[in-house]
């Protein structure tokens, strides 16, 4: 069980029996009062956000999360689905629910998917893909002046800043959680 | 930004913080006031439902320096000022420190009005010193610091500004919420004001008003929706003190705090003291204020993060 000076950014908890994220999160406490907490949280299961203001003696459950080990399969119109690695059933998420990690996910990809009453709620992708660059300007030969980026379109459909000399068909590796360019992969 | 670059960003703010002490000290020196130094470790803090104070072996940091304050007071010590670092465990917010420095005096035979007309001193006079003569902009707005301010009670602010009446509020148990979240934030736009007359329950060592014993008279000042200090009309009665200490421990321990030990010295000097006012003010929030900071942390050199 959390108290409400356990709540942070990116807490977990229990509320009316949905789960919810906390997002955004103040210490409030006014002359010698009892503390405040005022959280912006998203429900997990619909998006919305709400803002609620907490006191020292509320508690929560934390939210009854499972993640588990899958493997991406394909997209098919807006559902992404995935192959549990252990029972082989398969499951869809939306593009809400995947987020910003449409970006990144490759046929077989393995990824872990965090569920909630066996619900799809969230995804988290390894931290590091190597895509294939499907369109790229070509390089200019010459122009080896660092900081000059250019942007390429990956197999993914994801558009990133690269250096000059990257060309299509190579494969680059991309970080996941902050969505940048990190290097050439020499196959 | 890497931590040096913090530190350096930080440097025209503790210059302010520099020269906001030297105008204090000025300030209460030139008015026959003892500047004064008290032990930081404490055998315990004063029962307080609110303030938790931070262990140091079997002893504590002080959350504030009132108690050992006002047994000079009782000692004779008539005018004396302090400007002491405090510790109170789980305060950490864009406003909140666990570590902060508070200015503290206190002033035999007056009362919380006179104090109300002392702060007005005090900040006109520092601002003086600081050469922004007696105004100040506070996020892009200005802010007149001459005297007088605008003074209103607790039960005209929740009238002015709160979505319930001040019964409701502490009927329910919700007076802090109220407070913070619905009337704080217009307290100060344009001129200080001074909130005073606290529901008696939320002045635990404040005297009681002559003729109406459910109002403590204390008063905060509130600069730009800042709250700076918190200031009292000194309870002098031993026994109701105690009374009101053994309350403040029941709510220690719902909370599941621990209770803390009553303090019989205090209580013993207390029914020496005469009548007194005395205060507490926020100096890194008075920083904040002259240096146009939005949060704390940029106007100390290290935030407990960055040690």
Same mark, same amino acid.
């Given at each position: 069980?959390?108290?409400?000076?356990?709540?942070?950014?990116?807490?977990?908890?229990?509320?009316?029996?949905?789960?919810?994220?906390?997002?955004?999160?103040?210490?409030?406490?006014?002359?010698?009062?009892?503390?405040?907490?005022?959280?912006?949280?998203?429900?997990?299961?619909?998006?919305?956000?709400?803002?609620?203001?907490?006191?020292?003696?509320?508690?929560?459950?934390?939210?009854?999360? %499972? @993640?588990?080990?899958?493997?991406?399969?394909?997209?098919?119109?807006?559902?992404?689905?995935?192959?549990?690695?252990?029972?082989?059933?398969?499951?869809?998420?939306? %593009?809400?629910?995947?987020?910003?990690?449409?970006?990144?996910?490759?046929?077989?990809?393995?990824?872990?998917?965090?569920?909630?009453?066996?619900?799809?709620?969230?995804?988290?992708?390894?931290?590091?893909?190597?895509?294939?660059?499907? %369109?790229?300007?070509?390089?200019?030969?010459?122009?080896?002046?660092?900081?000059?980026?250019?942007?390429?379109?990956? %197999?993914?459909?994801?558009?990133?800043?690269?250096?000059?000399?990257?060309?299509?068909?190579?494969?680059?590796?991309?970080?996941?959680?902050?969505?940048?360019?990190?290097?050439?992969?020499? @196959? | 930004?890497? $931590?040096?670059?913090?530190?350096?960003?930080?440097?025209? $703010?503790?210059?302010?913080?520099?020269?906001?002490?030297?105008?204090?000290?000025?300030?209460?020196?030139?008015?026959?006031?003892?500047?004064?130094?008290?032990?930081?470790?404490?055998?315990? +803090?004063?029962?307080?439902?609110?303030?938790?104070?931070?262990?140091?072996?079997?002893?504590?940091?002080?959350?504030? +320096?009132?108690?050992?304050? &006002?047994?000079?007071?009782?000692?004779?010590?008539?005018?004396?000022?302090?400007?002491? &670092?405090?510790?109170?465990?789980?305060?950490?917010?864009?406003?909140?420190?666990?570590?902060?420095?508070?200015?503290?005096?206190?002033?035999?035979?007056?009362?919380?009005?006179?104090?109300?007309?002392? #702060?007005?001193?005090?900040?006109?006079?520092?601002?003086? $010193?600081?050469?922004?003569?007696?105004?100040?902009?506070?996020?892009?707005? +200005?802010?007149?610091?001459? &005297?007088?301010?605008?003074?209103?009670?607790?039960?005209?602010?929740?009238?002015?500004?709160?979505?319930?009446?001040?019964?409701?509020?502490?009927?329910?148990?919700?007076?802090?919420?109220?407070?913070?979240?619905?009337?704080?934030?217009?307290?100060?736009?344009?001129?200080?004001?001074?909130?005073?007359?606290?529901?008696?329950?939320?002045?635990?060592?404040?005297?009681?008003?002559?003729?109406?014993?459910?109002?403590?008279?204390?008063?905060?000042?509130?600069?730009?929706?800042?709250?700076?200090?918190?200031?009292?009309?000194?309870?002098?009665? $031993?026994?109701?003190?105690?009374?009101?200490?053994? &309350?403040?421990?029941?709510?220690?321990?719902?909370?599941? #705090?621990?209770?803390?030990?009553?303090?019989?010295?205090?209580?013993?000097?207390?029914?020496?003291?005469?009548?007194?006012?005395?205060?507490?003010?926020?100096?890194?929030?008075?920083?904040?204020?002259?240096?146009?900071?939005?949060?704390?942390?940029?106007?100390?050199?290290?935030?407990?993060?960055?040690?």
């Amino acid at each position: 069980m959390y108290s409400a000076s356990d709540l942070r950014k990116n807490l977990r908890i229990m509320l009316d029996d949905d789960p919810y994220i906390v997002v955004d999160f103040q210490f409030v406490k006014p002359g010698k009062g009892q503390s405040l907490y005022r959280c912006k949280l998203r429900n997990m299961l619909t998006g919305s956000q709400m803002d609620r203001t907490f006191r020292e003696v509320d508690t929560f459950q934390p939210a009854e999360t %499972e @993640e588990k080990n899958m493997q991406y399969l394909y997209k098919e119109g807006g559902s992404y689905h995935f192959m549990d690695n252990e029972s082989f059933e398969q499951i869809a998420l939306t %593009e809400e629910q995947v987020g910003d990690a449409k970006n990144f996910l490759i046929e077989n990809m393995e990824c872990k998917v965090l569920l909630f009453r066996d619900r799809p709620i969230d995804i988290t992708l390894p931290n590091f893909v190597d895509v294939v660059v499907t %369109e790229a300007p070509p390089w200019i030969k010459g122009d080896t002046v660092s900081g000059n980026y250019k942007p390429v379109l990956v %197999e993914t459909g994801y558009k990133v800043s690269v250096p000059p000399f990257i060309e299509q068909g190579q494969k680059i590796r991309i970080d996941t959680r902050t969505g940048e360019y990190l290097t050439r992969v020499k @196959e | 930004m890497s $931590a040096a670059c913090k530190l350096g960003a930080r440097r025209r $703010a503790l210059e302010t913080r520099a020269d906001i002490l030297h105008a204090v000290r000025a300030f209460f020196l030139s008015r026959g006031y003892l500047e004064v130094e008290t032990p930081n470790r404490i055998p315990a +803090p004063l029962p307080e439902s609110h303030i938790d104070a931070i262990p140091s072996g079997s002893w504590w940091l002080h959350p504030s +320096p009132e108690l050992c304050m &006002k047994r000079m007071l009782g000692a004779g010590y008539d005018r004396i000022f302090q400007i002491a &670092k405090c510790w109170r465990e789980r305060e950490r917010g864009p406003l909140h420190l666990p570590e902060f420095t508070l200015l503290e005096w206190y002033c035999a035979g007056s009362d919380y009005r006179d104090l109300m007309e002392e #702060c007005e001193d005090l900040l006109l006079y520092v601002s003086v $010193a600081l050469g922004a003569g007696d105004g100040i902009s506070c996020r892009g707005l +200005p802010i007149d610091l001459s &005297k007088p301010w605008e003074r209103i009670t607790v039960r005209e602010a929740f009238e002015r500004y709160g979505s319930v009446a001040l019964e409701q509020a502490l009927a329910e148990d919700r007076f802090e919420e109220f407070l913070a979240l619905e009337i704080e934030p217009h307290l100060g736009i344009s001129k200080p004001v001074l909130l005073y007359d606290y529901p008696l329950a939320f002045g635990s060592l404040a005297r009681t008003k002559p003729g109406d014993p459910r109002t403590a008279e204390r008063f905060e000042i509130y600069i730009g929706g800042l709250e700076l200090a918190n200031g009292f009309s000194e309870l002098t009665d $031993a026994g109701e003190q105690r009374r009101r200490f053994e &309350k403040e421990n029941e709510t220690r321990t719902r909370r599941g #705090c621990p209770p803390y030990p009553m303090p019989e010295n205090f209580l013993a000097a207390l029914s020496r003291m005469p009548d007194s006012a005395g205060i507490a003010l926020g100096v890194d929030r008075l920083v904040m204020l002259f240096a146009g900071a939005s949060s704390i942390d940029e106007v100390v050199a290290f935030t407990p993060e960055e040690i």
